[in-house]
T-cell receptor
Framework: KQEVTQIPAALSVPEGENLVLNCSFT??????LQWFRQDPGKGLTSLLL?????REQTSGRLNASLDKSSGRSTLYIAASQPGDSATYLC?????????????FGEGTQLTVNP | NAGVTQTPKFQVLKTGQSMTLQCAQD?????MSWYRQDPGMGLRLIHY???????DQGEVPNGYNVSRSTTEDFPLRLLSAAPSQTSVYFC?????????????FGPGTRLTVT
C-alpha cells in the first residue's frame, strides 16, 4: 500500500527566507507527483505536476524535484512571502484497477511571518 | 470555465438522514472522484468514475453511493448519515483516468452530522 509522508508537519519562517518542504513515498511505481496548496477553509489548488520521467518542474518562485528511485520529492519556495502561508500537500498518482488514483500526504502547514 | 463546482458549501444533518452532495465540471473531463478530508487522516478517496456510466470504489466507500449519468456531473449520496461522516468533502476531475493527468479540485462541502 502506498504511503506518503510530509515533513515537517508545520513550519514557521520569516519573510524573505528560502525554504524546502519534503515529501516521501513508499512505492516508486508512480505516474506522477503533484504539489497542491490549500488555504484555510478552501479547496486544493494545483501548484506543480512532475511526471515520473521528469526530475523537476518550475513555476515562478516554486521548484519541485522528484527522485523516484529513492521515493522523495522536495518543494523549494524562494524568497517566501506572507501570502505563501498555507498548507502544502503532495500526492502521488499510480495505476489502480480502473484508472489512476492519488494518495496524499497529510501536508505541511507553512506560516511566513512579515 | 467555472472548473469544478460543488454544492452546498455547508450542510448540517441529523443521524439517519440522507442527502446528495453535488459536483459538476465544465472541462469535459473523463475522470471524476470524491475525497474526504479529516484531521490526522489526510485526504482519502471515496469513489471515482472513469467515464459516464462507470464508477468504482476507493479507499473508504462504505456509507456512500455514486452514479455518473453524464460526463459533467458526479453526485455523492449519503444513504443514512452517521457522525463518523462529519468531514470536508472534495470533488476532483482530470482529463483522463489513465497516466495520472493533473487533477483539479472543487472548493469543498463541509458536512456536520449530529
Amino acid at each position: 500500500k502506498q504511503e506518503v509522508t510530509q515533513i515537517p508537519a508545520a513550519l514557521s519562517v520569516p519573510e524573505g527566507e528560502n525554504l524546502v518542504l519534503n515529501c516521501s513515498f513508499t512505492d516508486s511505481a508512480i505516474y506522477n507527483l503533484q504539489w497542491f496548496r490549500q488555504d484555510p477553509g478552501k479547496g486544493l489548488t494545483s501548484l506543480l505536476l512532475i511526471q515520473s520521467s521528469q526530475r523537476e518542474q518550475t513555476s515562478g518562485r516554486l521548484n519541485a524535484s522528484l527522485d523516484k528511485s529513492s521515493g522523495r520529492s522536495t518543494l523549494y519556495i524562494a524568497a517566501s512571502q506572507p501570502g505563501d502561508s498555507a498548507t502544502y500537500l503532495c500526492a502521488v498518482s499510480r495505476e489502480g484497477t480502473s484508472g489512476s488514483r492519488l494518495t496524499f500526504g497529510e501536508g505541511t502547514q507553512l506560516t511566513v511571518n512579515p | 470555465n467555472a472548473g469544478v463546482t460543488q454544492t452546498p458549501k455547508f450542510q448540517v444533518l441529523k443521524t439517519g438522514q440522507s442527502m446528495t452532495l453535488q459536483c459538476a465540471q465544465d472541462m469535459n473531463h473523463e475522470y471524476m472522484s470524491w475525497y474526504r478530508q479529516d484531521p490526522g487522516m489526510g485526504l482519502r478517496l471515496i469513489h471515482y468514475s472513469v467515464g459516464a456510466g462507470i464508477t468504482d470504489q476507493g479507499e473508504v466507500p462504505n456509507g456512500y453511493n455514486v452514479s455518473r449519468s453524464t460526463t459533467e456531473d458526479f453526485p455523492l449520496r449519503l444513504l443514512s448519515a452517521a457522525p463518523s461522516q462529519t468531514s470536508v468533502y472534495f470533488c476532483a476531475s482530470s482529463y483522463s483516468a489513465w497516466r495520472g493527468y493533473e487533477q483539479y479540485f472543487g472548493p469543498g462541502t463541509r458536512l456536520t452530522v449530529t
